[in-house]
């Protein structure tokens, strides 16, 4: 093998391309400076193979540079679809607390006004000789922050009684605080008549006059009531009356007809057919 000498005699370094490699042999420790450099190269080589085989192994995909740019193109069209979801994400939020806000409005307002009745009108059912100022009632919410949500109760004391719960009042208690809470919902957004069908069924005589009497002071041309009733001390305080009775002749049902204002005489009410 030809070895290049200067004309001296000595060997001359070989020259090799410069890579940008610098060799920092600080790095290596003292049993690396004092072994053997076979052994040492041989270890390095050693290493130097595993980590090929490893790289072998990963079998790196020599084409994602190429892919970068779809990816790039799909990430980019991704983050506009998010954004996009997330507006609209923002604008379905916005509505639902609009329309929850407009919901407990509207709820509170319709409550608000019938909580504020109910206890002048169950006071106008149950007033008497005995008790002039008559019962109490009022509601209560069993969720203040979204009321509709939750229920409502209804108390319910009728005169020179203590208070119970509404399960513990008789059937009579029960039906005037029922027609109390019936008629106070009615005057938030009046309807043009009422039907109500044996509501006295469970009255006695003076529960029924004093719903008789309340029906009469609230009746007018704007709010008519249709009463089904088989008691004389309620129908008799009506405007006029409809009979239904059967023909045994012609075996069905007819009916008549009385305009009670035309048949008061003096006090007395006088029926006929």
């Known amino acids: 093998m030809d070895i290049d000498e200067d004309e001296d005699g000595t060997q001359r370094p070989k020259a090799v391309a410069d890579y940008g490699i610098e060799v920092n042999f600080d790095l290596l420790d003292d049993d690396e400076r004092t072994g053997d450099p076979a052994e040492v190269i041989a270890q390095f080589d050693k290493e130097i193979a595993?980590?090929?085989?490893d790289i072998e192994r990963m079998a790196p995909n020599m084409k994602a540079m190429e892919?970068?740019?779809?990816v790039e193109v799909k990430l980019a069209e991704t983050e506009?679809?998010?954004?996009?979801a997330r507006k609209e994400s923002r604008n379905a939020r916005d509505h639902f607390n609009e329309v929850k806000n407009r919901r407990c409005e509207l709820f509170n307002k319709a409550y608000n006004h019938i909580?504020?009745?109910i206890d002048q009108v169950y006071k106008d059912l149950t007033k008497g000789k005995a008790a002039p100022m008559g019962g109490v009632a009022y509601l209560s919410l069993e969720d203040s922050e979204e009321p509709y949500l939750g229920g409502i109760k209804y108390h319910a004391m009728p005169p020179m009684k203590r208070f119970r719960d509404m399960e513990q009042l008789s059937g009579g208690e029960k039906t005037v605080a029922a027609l109390a809470l019936l008629f106070a919902i009615h005057s938030y957004q009046p309807a043009p008549f009422f039907v109500l069908d044996e509501v006295d069924a469970a009255l006695d005589n003076t529960?029924?006059?004093k719903v008789a009497n309340y029906i009469r002071a609230h009746a007018s041309d704007s709010f008519q009531f249709i009463v089904i009733s088989l008691k004389g001390s309620l129908y008799e305080k009506g405007h006029s009356l409809v009979?239904?009775?059967r023909d045994q002749d012609v075996n069905s049902?007819?009916?008549l007809t009385l305009d009670v204002s035309l048949l008061i005489v003096g006090d007395s009410v006088?029926?006929?057919y």
């Not at 892919?67 to 779809?70: A, E, I, K, S």
């Not at 506009?80 to 996009?84: G, M, R, S």
Request: net charge negative; with cysteine.
């Open 243 to 245: 009979g239904i009775y």
């Open 50 to 53: 595993s980590a090929n085989n």
């Open 80 to 84: 506009k679809d998010a954004e996009k």
């Open 115 to 117: 909580s504020d009745c």
């Open 270 to 272: 006088c029926f006929s």
């Open 67 to 70: 892919r970068l740019d779809d």
């Open 207 to 209: 529960n029924v006059a």
């Open 253 to 255: 049902s007819r009916t």
